[in-house]
C-alpha cells in the first residue's frame, strides 16, 4: 500500500524544517520584510548545529549555537534592508548564495574534508515517539504565533508596521526595532530548522544539504499568506511531495525523478494559487 503509516511518519519529518523556516518568513512577512534569505539561514544553522555537536558532543548546544550563528547572520538583513534601505530581495539572494560558498569553505577548514561530513562520534537529536523535540516545537509554534500575530498586542503592532509603517510611527510604534525583531525571529527559526534537517532528520553535514528547501519554505509563505495555520498546510503539502518521492524512489523510479517531486508540487501550486486569485480578482468595468 503506497499511502500508509509509514508515509505520514516521513511526511511529518520532512515538514519540520521547511515548517519552522516558513514560519520565521511569515513573521518577516507581516512586519514587511519579504525575507528569501531563509535557505541561506538554515544552511548555516545546518553547519553549525553539527560543528558544535561535534566539538562539544552536545546535540542541545548544537541547537543553541544554530540558532544564534542564524540570528546573527539574519543581521545583514535587518541592517541592509531596514537600516540602509536596500533590496530585501537582492540581499536575500546574496545571503543564500554567500552561505552556499562559507558553509564549503569551513567544511573545508574546520573538518578537512569535502562534500560531506559523517562520523558516528556525531551525536544527534534523540527521539521521541519517533520525532525529534524540534518537531514537536515546530507544532506547537503554530498556534502559538496564530495567536500572537492575531490577538496580541505585539503582533497587532508588527501587523501595523508591515502594512503601514508611518501610521504605527505617529502612534509611537518604532517601525525599525519591529522589523529587526521580525527578521531575528526568523533567523532563530531558521537555525533551528538547520538544526533538525542535520542533527534529527540526518546526523551529518553536506554542502547544500538544504537542497531548496528555504526557497519551499519562501513559498509556504506566500501560498499559506503568512498566516500560520495557512502556512502549516502548505508545508505539509510539501512534505508529503517529499515524502512520496522517497517512496517512489524505493519502488523503482530514477532519483533525478523522485528528487524533483517537491519542486513539481511547488511550481503545480503556485500556477493553481495565481489562477485562484485572478479568478477571485474583482474586474474592473470601462465606463462608456
Known amino acids: 500500500m503506497f499511502f500508509d503509516s509509514d508515509l505520514l511518519m516521513s511526511a511529518l519529518r520532512a515538514l519540520t524544517p521547511i515548517l519552522l523556516a516558513a514560519l520565521g518568513g511569515a513573521v518577516c512577512e507581516r512586519a514587511g520584510v519579504f525575507n528569501v534569505g531563509l535557505e541561506g539561514m538554515m544552511l548555516l544553522g545546518c553547519f553549525t548545529s553539527v560543528a558544535t555537536s561535534w566539538f562539544t558532543g552536545s546535540p542541545w548546544l548544537g541547537v543553541l549555537a544554530a540558532a544564534l550563528a542564524a540570528a546573527a547572520y539574519s543581521l545583514i538583513l535587518a541592517v541592509g534592508a531596514v537600516t540602509l534601505r536596500g533590496d530585501a530581495v537582492v540581499l536575500g539572494i546574496a545571503m543564500n548564495l554567500l552561505a552556499v560558498g562559507l558553509t564549503s569553505f569551513l567544511l573545508r577548514t574546520v573538518f578537512g574534508v569535502?562534500?560531506?561530513?559523517d562520523s558516528p562520534s556525531l551525536a544527534g537529536l534523540p527521539l521521541v515517539g519517533g520525532f525529534t523535540p524540534l518537531a514537536y516545537l515546530s507544532w506547537i509554534a503554530v498556534p502559538v504565533a496564530a495567536v500572537m500575530l492575531s490577538r496580541?498586542?505585539?503582533?497587532?503592532?508588527?501587523?501595523?508596521?508591515?502594512?503601514?509603517?508611518?501610521?504605527?510611527?505617529?502612534l509611537g510604534v518604532g517601525p525599525a526595532k519591529y522589523k529587526y525583531a521580525a527578521v531575528l525571529v526568523s533567523g532563530v527559526l531558521c537555525g533551528l530548522a538547520g538544526a533538525q534537517l542535520a542533527l534529527g532528520n540526518v546526523t551529518l553535514f553536506t554542502e547544500n544539504m538544504t537542497a531548496g528547501r528555504g526557497w519551499i519554505a519562501v513559498v509556504a509563505v506566500m501560498l499559506g499568506r503568512a498566516a500560520p495555520v495557512g502556512v502549516l498546510l502548505a508545508a505539509l503539502l510539501f512534505g508529503l511531495a517529499e515524502a512520496a518521492g522517497f517512496r517512489l524512489q524505493g519502488l523503482g523510479l530514477p532519483q533525478q525523478a523522485t528528487d524533483a517531486a517537491p519542486y513539481v508540487v511547488t511550481l503545480g501550486a503556485l500556477f493553481l494559487s495565481t489562477a485562484r486569485r485572478r479568478r477571485t480578482r474583482p474586474s474592473i468595468g470601462v465606463a462608456s
Open 114 to 117: 569535502q562534500g560531506t561530513f
Open 152 to 170: 496580541h498586542v505585539w503582533g497587532l503592532r508588527l501587523r501595523g508596521v508591515g502594512e503601514a509603517p508611518d501610521a504605527a510611527a505617529t
